[in-house]
């Protein structure tokens, strides 16, 4: 019984999947499926901006958003999407981190600035964040989400055992939904060292920031399989291997900044 329903389960996904439209990303080539348009996801991403915009207090400080602006519109220039509406802000948050959202929209915190020795580092994070809104990984992240929801609902009409849903929810998100985002996050990583060599940044600097950042998170194997982002020591090892690659593209760039303008230590 339960292999039978484990066969339809394959069988209704597969006709999903190939109903829905694929791409490749830029600069990778990694196939990826997409069921929504670019256009509905740069949408969301103005909404959610204008939302934290009104939520949220930008800093006053005028080091942090000269350096953001400077930083992010060298990145996005070698982004190459002048269609997106590009905007960046820095928030009034203490946690470290930043964003970007689908459609050009770029944030960064107060509390990730300290960990910035340059405008390289904060580049390579800049670039990260573009990364993902250029591969479009939110939108890929929302197909993954109508597949699995399709997929519990066909079981619902399949099977009312309690156990059978709630292995296929724990087997969807384990074993799909959370490795297709480390494969996000991965990839993020290569675009992100892609765009700041193309923008005449150093990606040697990559390696230092992601080094000392990565030193904040659970070196746990075990919590690396659980969640959505690498942990610090594989994600280095990745960085490291991508370095030659991502000093060709830092060769050919026809300006070249280095470690851009030097930060004063905190």
Not at 210 to 221: A, D, E, M, Q, V
Request: net charge neutral.
């Amino acid at each position: 019984m339960f292999k039978r329903i484990l066969y339809n389960l394959i069988l209704i996904t597969a006709v999903a999947v190939s109903a829905t439209g694929c791409r490749s990303v830029p600069y990778t080539g990694r196939s990826q499926l997409m069921m929504s348009s670019e256009a509905t996801e740069n949408q969301m991403g103005e909404e959610a901006w204008q939302e934290m915009c009104k939520t949220t207090k930008e800093t006053r400080n005028p080091a942090m958003n000269s350096a953001l602006n400077r930083v992010g519109k060298n990145i996005a220039a070698a982004a190459e999407k002048p269609e997106y509406n590009w905007e960046f802000k820095v928030f009034e948050v203490k946690e470290p981190n930043a964003f970007c959202l689908p459609g050009g929209k770029v944030a960064a915190t107060t509390g990730i600035f300290p960990y910035f020795a340059n405008d390289a580092e904060m580049a390579a994070v800049v670039g990260h964040e573009v990364g993902h809104a250029i591969a479009r990984h939110a939108g890929e992240r929302m197909s993954q989400g109508m597949i699995q929801s399709g997929g519990a609902a066909a079981l619902s009409v399949l099977t009312s055992t309690a156990g059978a849903q709630e292995a296929y929810g724990i087997v969807t998100q384990v074993g799909a939904m959370l490795p297709y985002s480390r494969v996000q996050e991965y990839e993020a990583d290569q675009l992100g060292m892609i765009f700041m060599a193309k923008a005449g940044y150093d990606p040697a600097a990559a390696l230092t920031f992601w080094n000392k950042f990565g030193k904040l998170g659970s070196s746990s194997r075990l919590m690396e399989m659980i969640s959505t982002h690498p942990i610090g020591e594989k994600r280095l090892q990745d960085l490291k291997e991508f370095y030659p690659k991502a000093m060709e593209y830092y060769k050919t760039a026809p300006v070249k900044r280095g470690l851009g303008e030097i930060y004063s230590p905190k």
